[in-house]
Nanobody
Framework: EVQLVESGGGSVQAGGSLRLSCTAS????????LGWFRQGSGNQCEMVST???????YYGDSVKGRFTISRDNAKNTMFLHMSSLKPEDTAVYYC????????????RGQGTQVTVSA
């Protein structure tokens, strides 16, 4: 059974930083593409960042230059380091793994809440 557990969320003032973690089990972590998604007050699920099995990364325009995604295959853990946080980054953040090659579904599971105050 695939399990993805997010942690590291919290409340921070604008300009601050947080690091999210995603601990995974139940699938071949090191050969899977992974990603972070978020769902804010508008309830739309937004892809924040992805990292492929070979380490290639993608960032959404809204977070480019401020967020950094990384992975530790030895620990089956993925990270999202968020800096220069803005109130519009407030959302529930979810991690995801590809369901099949090229297919990744976000905003599932418990997620971790990030709240950025002005």
């Amino acid at each position: 059974e695939v399990q993805l557990v997010e942690s590291g969320g919290g409340s921070v003032q604008a300009g601050g930083s947080l690091r999210l973690s995603c601990t995974a089990s139940g699938f071949a972590f090191d050969t899977s593409d992974l990603g972070w998604f978020r769902q804010g007050s508008g309830n739309q699920c937004e892809m924040v960042s992805t990292i492929s099995s070979d380490g290639s990364t993608y960032y959404g325009d809204s977070v480019k230059g401020r967020f950094t995604i990384s992975r530790d295959n030895a620990k089956n853990t993925m990270f999202l380091h968020m800096s220069s946080l803005k109130p519009e980054d407030t959302a529930v953040y979810y991690c995801a793994a590809e369901d099949s090659p090229g297919v990744m579904v976000g905003c599932r599971g418990q997620g971790t809440q990030v709240t950025v105050s002005a």
